[in-house]
Structure formats: C-alpha cells, structure tokens
C-alpha cells in the first residue's frame, strides 16, 4: 500500500501543528513540522549572526541538522543534538523566521528533509506551502485560517510572557501573512483541491472534528 500524506497549511498561529500532530496520532502515522524545520534554521543562523539579507551558501546549512521526534503525541526537535522544541517558538525565532524562509536556498533545503521523511511511512504534514509545492498529489489536503486577533491572542497565551503584548503579536502576525502570501518563491496560498476551514470561532477538539470527518469521508 502507498503512503498516505496530510498536508495541513494554513496562516500562523491557525493551530496546524495542534491539529497535525492530533491526527498523526489518531491514525499512528509519522508527523513532521516543516515550520519547525524554519524556525531551527532561523535559530541557528541568528545565533551565528547571519543576515536574511544575504545569501545563505550550502556550507552553513550542510552544519545544520535537524532531528524531529513524534512519540505519544508530543514532538520534539533537536538542533545540532540540543534540545530547541521550546526556544524556537520565543518572540525573536517567531518575528525572524519568515525572513530567513522566503530564500530559495532555506526552501530547498528544507524540502528535501521533508520528501525523505516521507519515503518510508505515512506522514501527516503541517506548514504553508504542503500542499501546493512540497507534495502537490497529497492524499488529503487542509487549509487553516482565522482572524489575526485571535491568532494574537491564541499565540500570546503559548509565548506566557507578560512583557509581550497581544497588540505587538497581531503585528507581528499581519507582517508575516503579508511576507508569507507575497513572496515570490512558494507563497502562501490555498491549492485548488485544499478543504478550507475558518477556525476563528472553532476551538481544538471541534476543528479536529471536521478533519476526522472529512478525511473518512473521502
């Protein structure tokens, strides 16, 4: 039997890696974060103050390895055999990351982790790009959206840091919508195909609902 691939994309803070790594577990297939392949990228490149604005040579990203992990639901991500699963999600990874993710070179890199994971297991994929470049025949297809306010409010609750403002996270998510859907290498879009779901006024179980349901559906 072929592999089974779900490709959940979405804008940020839409809950795709929630509702990805739900499923995965629901139906014991391998799950990765394609977001989180970025934002340990973006880590490591910060932290060896390296400019988005530059070219990024495949010397620096051949030092980089990334290992994901799925097990019980929980995933975790290793950067260079350090532990990052919580670091890569704070205010500075989070307002870099989609600078650094526009460049070719980052995308291709990045990709080509992601079609490996794939070759031996059914997978259940979250990010924003699955579906329309990195597996265009997908089995199963999603899209996430919801209200920037809300995002803001759901992604501050996550950071739980008083020093950051829900207002400066609303900004920081329209700027990364703008650079994500405008960019010209792989921007963020719906497929053709893609089952679209609001989830400005749905809460967790009732998102994974309708997925479930669709999915069996088909």
């Known amino acids: 039997m072929d592999s089974i691939i779900i490709a959940i994309d979405g804008q940020a803070s839409t809950g795709k890696s929630t509702q990805a790594k739900?499923?995965?577990k629901y139906f014991n297939y391998n799950y990765r974060d394609s977001g989180a392949y970025y934002r340990a990228?973006?880590?490591?490149?910060?932290?060896?103050?390296?400019?988005?604005?530059?070219?990024?040579?495949?010397t620096i990203l051949n030092k980089?390895?990334?290992?994901?992990?799925?097990e019980e639901?929980?995933?975790?991500?290793?950067?260079?055999?350090?532990?990052?699963?919580?670091?890569?999600?704070g205010f500075k990874v989070s307002s870099c990351v989609s600078k650094y993710a526009k460049k070719q070179e980052i995308r291709n890199f990045v990709y080509k982790q992601l079609r490996i994971s794939a070759e031996s297991s059914s997978l259940v994929i979250d990010g924003?790009?699955?579906?329309?470049?990195?597996?265009p025949k997908a089995t199963f297809k999603f899209f996430l959206l919801a209200d920037p306010k809300i995002r803001a409010q759901r992604r501050h609750k996550q950071i739980?840091?008083?020093s950051v403002k829900v207002e400066s996270i609303e900004k920081e998510i329209k700027t990364r919508d703008n650079i994500d859907s405008t960019r010209e290498i792989a921007?963020?879009?719906?497929?053709?195909d893609a089952f679209e779901i609001d989830v400005s006024c749905l809460n967790i179980e009732e998102v994974f609902e309708k997925l479930i349901q669709k999915i069996n559906l088909q």
């Open 22 to 24: 739900k499923i995965a």
């Open 187 to 192: 921007p963020l879009k719906k497929a053709d």
């Open 73 to 89: 639901g929980s995933l975790k991500i290793n950067l260079n055999g350090i532990d990052v699963t919580h670091k890569i999600r």
């Open 128 to 135: 924003r790009d699955i579906g329309t470049v990195v597996f």
């Open 160 to 162: 739980n840091d008083l």
């Open 41 to 58: 990228i973006t880590l490591y490149l910060i932290q060896k103050n390296i400019s988005s604005d530059k070219s990024i040579p495949e």
């Open 64 to 70: 980089i390895h990334i290992e994901q992990s799925f």
